[in-house]
T-cell receptor, first 111, second 113 residues
Framework: NAGVTQTPKFRVLKTGQSMTLLCAQD?????MYWYRQDPGMGLRLIHY???????AKGEVPDGYNVSRLKKQNFLLGLESAAPSQTSVYFC??????????FGQGTRLTVV | TQLLEQSPQFLSIQEGENLTVYCNSS?????LQWYRQEPGEGPVLLVT?????EVKKLKRLTFQFGDARKDSSLHITAAQPGDTGLYLC?????????????FGKGTLLTVNP
């Protein structure tokens, strides 16, 4: 029972490069989320999705794009990475009103 | 945007001590959740409180939801080194959407042997 799986777990990018983070969940959850976590800032919502084919902006969406073509997958893209996007990224999914399940995170460094 | 403020931000105590951490807001929440996050891992749900005044116990952890549903507390009795971690409170956004969860900045707890 995998739950929420994020790939990759670590990545180093050069400024201006692009990349995609993949989140996969096997719980048939409708809602999926991308958060970033920075020291002293807690978890901040980047984008979220309430179902297949839908996406919406969170608190800090600039510089990121997302897609949810399949219910089980939620992709986060960085088109032109900047040092300010160095962070730990967490994906989460929810099946109902309450509990969120998180992946183990992707540690991204932009140099 | 609803803001959840957690205090203290950092807490370092000795094994066996008791502690309380707080989660406060100026807004009413339909529910609040507490998560614990260990280094290198994602947050894991500890409890959800829904009813104002509700008290839930999880072994040595006691969670309380304020009567007005604007605040919550987590009390740990006889803390152990295994309790070390980042404690986050979270609640659903208002404004017509329960889809989004907003998180506090967390309390980083260190329990020293």
């Amino acid at each position: 029972n995998a739950g929420v799986t994020q790939t990759p777990k670590f990545r180093v990018l050069k400024t201006g490069q692009s990349m995609t983070l993949l989140c996969a969940q096997d719980m048939n959850h409708e809602y999926m989320y991308w958060y970033r976590q920075d020291p002293g800032m807690g978890l901040r919502l980047i984008h979220y999705s309430v179902g297949e084919g839908t996406t919406a902006k969170g608190e800090v969406p600039d510089g990121y794009n997302v897609s949810r073509l399949k219910k089980q997958n939620f992709l986060l893209g960085l088109e032109s990475a900047a040092p300010s996007q160095t962070s730990v990224y967490f994906c989460a999914s929810r099946g109902g009103i309450v509990r969120a399940f998180f992946g183990q995170g992707t540690r991204l460094t932009v140099v | 945007t609803q803001l959840l403020e957690q205090s203290p931000q950092f807490l370092s105590i000795q094994e066996g001590e008791n502690l309380t951490v707080y989660c406060n807001s100026s807004s009413v929440f339909s529910s609040l959740q507490w998560y614990r996050q260990e280094p290198g891992e994602g947050p894991v749900l500890l409890v959800t409180v829904v009813t104002g005044g509700e008290v839930k116990k999880l072994k040595r952890l006691t969670f309380q939801f304020g009567d007005a549903r604007k605040d919550s507390s987590l009390h740990i009795t006889a803390a152990q080194p295994g309790d070390t971690g980042l404690y986050l409170c979270a609640g659903p956004y208002s404004g017509g959407s329960n889809y989004k969860l907003t998180f506090g900045k967390g309390t980083l707890l260190t329990v020293n042997p």
